[in-house]
């Protein structure tokens, strides 16, 4: 390929062992323990009392002083105490596993020149290279910005690509740069480049996945950034090999680190001599490379190497945001197609056994070019599909490899090898199961796709064998090679699977009513509309509480960042009270009044007399709610930190209809401390000032009057649904109670689905003083546990994906042993079955679960206590 990797040969007999690399094992190749650098810089291996333990063979052609002189000593009788000072300094910068840290023309010897330096950990070892400092160094942080304002400006991802191409070959001068990109099946193709003229761009051309193997994938996640500065430099020892435990040293964050002459050999054969590359991540897997080469040796200095590093990291997030806003907008279309689809079927069943209408509606959403239904044991078949005989053998193939879930393969003889006689119309499937049996399918076909693909070379490579037995030989040809690819499909994208997922969840709930008579289904048409929106809330409570849990699990500690969590997770806990209240009563509208009372209780408990609210029972639409509640949150969390309601002050507010039917509503601080315009606006006031103009065209004005906030908001009449004189039944702030650690010393059992979400309960239940939390994903786990220890206390997820806790609650309950339900799905679940068990509502805090032990705990039979 164009920037192949140090992936398969014989290593150097230098090294303290050799790897035989044969045909069996080149993937196995440990690249990142070859025992060489590069000659271009020196390297200093010392132990955590500052010791040398290693360096390289060259020490004395950069410092003066031997290898073996230097071995044994402590590092400052190679360097000054002044360049120590500063690398210690920048070693306790050095966050997570993977860090390295670069220092620009330290003096680390009397009366040399500086030096550019990078350290990082290697195991015990602390790992200290260096190599001669730029005379001019580059600012790297102005160059990045210009680079990025450059690629804001560009349209389509094809342009993109091709100007980070462009931005990456100004920075680093090399006569070529390409963007490589992987494919599902991890092979490559060239999808941008920028290149010297007169050089060979390999635009379009593919090449294997055997051309990087999973050692060298492994290492461009790890160490984004590599550089060959000459191909046919000698590489320069390690001395000793071996530590006095007998391990080599970890050369994964190297920036000498040497190469493989299986590599050497390939860059020889392209005629180059120097070679640089830059890791594109997105979303945690390596998306492609930036590979760069260029016909003479070339070594940019450090300060342009870490602003192209920075760029290519600054790239992969531009990349990640525009490829997730490509899906959001294709996916919104997608939920609309099937909601208009769901809402159809739900009320005209008939219409499953029109496959033409199916395809119409489900290929607006899903592109296809045929569709085949299996429903009821009857088949329908419309477009380009198999015949009836086919579609059969398809259907007991998904029987065994579906699962009951969505299923999609771009090569349906790949599987099943009959399906090759007709690929011409139907080479590849997306299967969307219609019953948790194996039974029920929409197939959604696509024909094979014939298309040319360009290998870089034929991908073939050849098998030689030499001294060392069989091994892969380096391409010598890079030109293209071209081969027919037959009996495939256009790939079902990710957007896709997700949007037929979505079908078959909703699918599955009409089906599942469907099967009910028609006069059930008109007795039960309320309760099932309220176990839609159940789900509803179920699904949107998680995802609350992911996100919670994600801010959580990634707090590293420091006050800013403690804040902005803070701050984000009461946001979120506010969107969540709003939800409550507007799916109490199926997605309608909800009073004004239940708001206020509830962000008043969730601020002051007992004191939320102070809150003092006054208006007509006005009823609001759910997207004008949505958007009041984070307002009155913001201005309610203002006045706690920082107004009336954080002195002995009021807080007055009333509402009323205007004559136009719209709604005007005023807030009114009193008494407390004397108020000042803030001095710097944040995202809070932005939501106070902007939301209700920009979200429902109505105004906002806020005033700071040193006696007292006081703002005046007005909404037009389309977000108002009325004047009721009921009183609208929505949740009630929970009151806190109870022992601040009510856990202390306890074994506590934790059941839920989501890792994430577990991670941060288990915190959650230690801060509450638990010794122990055990998790378990399952019910069958979750017995186990049970049968194993004893514990004092349970938090229960109701909802574990097809299965429920129920047999786990039962189960507790026999051993008297306190426990709490957690769910996204509300209040009120088995009330009857498990009387006076708490249930708290996702995403839950510390306040809630606090509230939930201690009535758990209270409702448990004393008598029967666990632990």
């Known amino acids: 390929m164009t920037q192949k990797t140090e992936s398969s040969g014989q290593v150097p007999v230098e090294r303290a062992e050799a790897f035989a690399v044969d045909l069996s094992n080149c993937d196995r190749e440990p690249i990142h323990i070859l025992g060489i650098i590069q000659p271009f810089g020196f390297l200093v291996a010392v132990t955590p009392d500052w010791m040398v333990a290693r360096v390289s063979q060259n020490l004395a052609d950069f410092t003066g002083t031997s290898a073996q002189d230097a071995l044994g000593q402590p590092l400052s009788f190679l360097f000054e105490r002044e360049a120590i000072h500063t690398i210690r300094n920048r070693l306790t910068t050095l966050r997570g596993p993977d860090a390295v840290e670069r220092i620009f023309s330290v003096p680390l010897l009397a009366g040399r020149p500086p030096f550019d330096v990078a350290v990082h950990f290697a195991g015990r070892e602390i790992v200290i290279e260096a190599e001669p400092a730029a005379v001019e160094p580059l600012e790297a942080t102005s160059v990045v910005r210009s680079m990025i304002a450059r690629l804001q400006q560009v349209d389509g991802l094809p342009a993109f690509l091709r100007e980070g191409a462009r931005q990456v070959r100004a920075i680093t001068g090399f006569d070529r740069v390409m963007v490589y990109r992987f494919d599902a099946q991890e ?112 070594l940019p200095n450090m300060a342009a190497r870490s602003a192209a590093e920075l760029f290519g990291q600054m790239f992969s997030l531009m990349l990640d945001a525009r490829e997730n806003a490509q899906a959001r907008e294709y996916e919104a279309r997608g939920r ?66 579906s699962s009951g879930q969505v299923f999609a393969s771009e090569t349906i003889a790949a599987l099943l090898p009959e399906a090759a006689a007709h690929a011409d119309v139907a080479a590849g499937m997306l299967a969307i199961p219609l019953s948790r049996e194996p039974r029920d399918y929409i197939v959604l076909f696509r024909a094979e796709r014939l298309r040319e693909v360009r290998w870089g070379g034929k991908p073939e490579k050849e098998i030689v064998h030499g001294p060392n037995g069989p091994r892969l030989t380096p391409r010598k040809s890079f030109e293209a090679w071209a081969e027919l690819v037959k009996g495939t499909s256009q790939p079902f994208t990710p957007a896709e699977r997700r949007v037929a997922e979505a079908l078959r969840v909703g699918m599955l709930e009409v089906l599942v009513r469907l099967a009910e008579t028609a006069g059930a289904e008109r007795a039960r048409a309320s309760e099932r509309q309220e176990l839609l929106i159940a789900e509803l809330n179920h699904r949107v409570r998680n995802i609350l509480s992911l996100i919670r849990g994600l801010i959580a699990q990634t707090r590293d500690g420091a006050a800013d960042v403690t804040g902005f969590i803070a701050t984000l997770d009461d946001r979120i806990r506010s969107l969540a009270r709003a939800h409550d209240q507007i799916t109490a009563d199926r997605w309608g509208p909800a009073r004004l009044a239940d708001l206020v009372e509830v962000e008043a209780g969730a601020y002051l408990r007992a004191q939320s007399e102070r809150v003092v609210a006054q208006g007509e029972n006005v009823l609001l639409y759910p997207t004008a709610y949505v958007t009041i509640a984070l307002v009155i949150h913001e201005l309610m969390t203002n006045a706690v930190k920082y107004g009336a309601l954080a002195g002995e002050g009021t807080v007055h507010i009333s509402w009323q209809r205007d004559a136009g039917g719209g709604l005007t509503l005023d807030w009114q601080e009193q008494d407390g401390p004397p108020v000042a315009p803030p001095t710097r606006r944040g995202f809070g006031s932005t939501i106070i000032e902007r939301s209700i103009p920009y979200d429902l065209g109505g105004t906002a004005e806020i005033a700071y009057h040193p006696a007292g906030v006081h703002a005046r908001f007005t909404m037009p009449e389309h977000c108002v649904a009325g004047v009721t004189a009921a009183r609208h039944s929505g949740p009630v702030p929970i009151s806190l109670g109870g022992a601040t650690t009510p856990l202390d010393g306890c074994d506590v059992l934790l059941v839920e689905d989501s890792m994430i979400i577990a991670l941060d309960g288990e915190d959650a239940l230690r801060e509450l003083g638990a010794a122990s939390v055990s998790t378990a994903p399952t019910v069958r786990d979750a017995l186990r546990l049970l049968d194993q220890q004893a514990f004092a206390f349970a938090l229960l997820d109701f909802n574990l994906g097809v299965d429920t806790s129920a047999p786990v609650a039962d189960r507790l309950t026999e051993l008297g042993v306190p426990f709490a339900f957690a769910t996204g799905y509300g209040e009120g679940i088995g009330a009857e079955r498990w009387p006076g068990v708490p249930v708290i509502n996702k995403p839950y805090g510390l306040k809630e679960l606090r509230v939930a032990v201690s009535q758990g705990q209270a409702v448990a039979p004393s008598s029967h206590a666990g632990t």
């Open 187 to 298: 092979s490559g193709e060239v999808v941008a480049r920028s290149v010297r003229h007169g050089i060979d761009s390999f635009l379009g051309l593919h090449y294997p996945a055997s051309d990087i193997p999973a050692q060298a994938r492994q290492l461009y996640l790890r160490n984004t950034f590599r550089v060959i500065a000459d191909v046919g430099a000698t590489p320069v020892p390690l001395v000793p090999q071996r530590d006095p435990d007998g391990v080599l040293l970890d050369q994964s964050l190297s920036v000498l680190r040497a190469v493989s002459p299986i590599h050497i050999e390939y860059l020889h054969n392209m005629g180059v001599c120097a070679s640089l590359s830059i890791s594109i991540v997105v979303g945690g897997k390596l998306w492609g490379l930036f590979a760069c080469h260029h016909y003479a040796p070339r």
């Open 336 to 401: 609309a197609v099937t909601d208009r689809l769901l809402a159809t079927v739900a009320q005209d069943n008939d219409l499953l056994d029109n496959p033409q209408w199916l395809a119409d509606v489900i290929g607006d959403a899903i592109p296809a070019d045929g569709i085949g239904v299996h429903v009821r044991g009857q088949t329908s078949l419309v477009g380009l599909t198999p015949d009836a005989g086919q579609f059969d053998a398809i259907v007991r193939l998904l029987n065994r490899v």
